[in-house]
């Protein structure tokens, strides 16, 4: 069965730091774009950001650049996202993405909650 896993939310103070992991379950994304997502409530989907299949390309949305680093390690099949400098509107339910244009596939996460407030 073919499954991300997302992990690492939580609660966390305005300034503090989360770092999300996501573990991909009966394929392997090696060859993929990966991607983090979040969906407030009452807002749409956004990325927040990505990383090619070498890994050397990363893209962020402009409210994140500075504070999040996108990383993964090809041999755990695993993407991480490292948040810093939290503030309340980060506060979002976090997805894990997965794509492969060639495969013709599309997966996502079942997601994780992070709420940023004191």
């Known amino acids: 069965q073919v499954k991300l896993v997302e992990s690492g939310g939580g609660l966390v103070q305005p300034g503090g730091s989360l770092r999300l992991s996501c573990a991909a379950s009966?394929?392997?994304?090696?060859?993929?774009?990966l991607s983090w997502y979040r969906q407030a409530p009452g807002k749409e989907r956004e990325l927040v950001a990505s990383?090619?299949?070498?890994?050397?390309?990363?893209n962020y949305a402009d409210s994140m650049k500075g504070r999040c680093t996108i990383s993964r390690d090809g041999a755990k099949d695993m993407v991480y996202l490292q948040m810093n400098s939290l503030k309340p509107e980060d506060t979002a339910v976090y997805y894990c993405?997965?794509?492969?244009?060639?495969?013709?596939?599309?997966?996502w996460g079942q997601g994780t909650q992070v709420t940023v407030s004191s």
């Open positions: 993405n997965a794509r492969n244009w060639i495969k013709q596939y599309n997966y």
């Open positions: 009966g394929f392997t994304f090696s060859s993929d774009v």
């Open positions: 990383i090619g299949s070498a890994g050397a390309r990363t």
